[in-house]
């Protein structure tokens, strides 16, 4: 199973492909292949547990390229959301720190929503790139692999 993890001080977040819709053929309107998928994330004494969700693998891509120019550069900021259920900001400073903070909502039609915001650092994301570059390298870019 695919999966990538962020992870920090007193958090994580850990996104799971369970299936991907019409690899390698048919191509999703957000890019790369549409994928039913579940996240699970713990914040300090919060958690959500194996909530579902959809995303597709050209988001995880375009994720993933913004992640590497931050690594990089050690500034800057990555995003990465599907419309409505999870939305993760990665803000980077120059010493290498990084501060993760978003929302979950598992249903647009009901006012549960986790906040979540932990401290990183550039340490915790060298397993994050090499999970996200096996993602890259099974399913391609926003053209998806054909």
């Known amino acids: 199973m695919n999966q990538f993890m962020i992870a920090g001080k007193q958090g994580f977040i850990r996104i799971k492909f369970n299936k991907v ?3 390698p053929e048919e191509t999703s309107y957000l890019g790369g292949y ?3 998928g579940n996240v699970e994330i713990k914040s300090g004494n919060y958690y959500v547990k194996d909530a579902e969700f959809w995303f597709s ?6 994720f993933f390229i913004q992640l590497q120019k931050c690594y990089s550069h050690l500034k800057g900021c990555v995003s990465f959301s599907d419309e ?3 939305k993760i900001d990665m803000h980077f400073n120059k010493f290498g720190g ?3 903070q978003g929302y979950f909502q598992e249903t647009a039609h009901q006012e549960n929503i986790l906040h979540f915001e932990f401290e990183s650092d ?3 994301l060298v397993s994050t790139l090499q999970q ?5 390298d099974q ?6 692999k054909r």
Do not use: W
Request: proline share 0%; glycine share 12%; net charge negative.
């Open 21 to 23: 819709h019409g690899f």
């Open 57 to 62: 693998t050209g988001q995880v891509y375009q």
């Open 132 to 136: 996200l570059q096996n993602i890259a």
């Open 84 to 86: 409505n259920t999870l």
């Open 122 to 124: 550039q340490s915790y």
């Open 139 to 144: 399913y391609g870019d926003l053209k998806g």
């Open 34 to 36: 549409d994928v039913e």
């Open 98 to 100: 990084i501060t993760i």
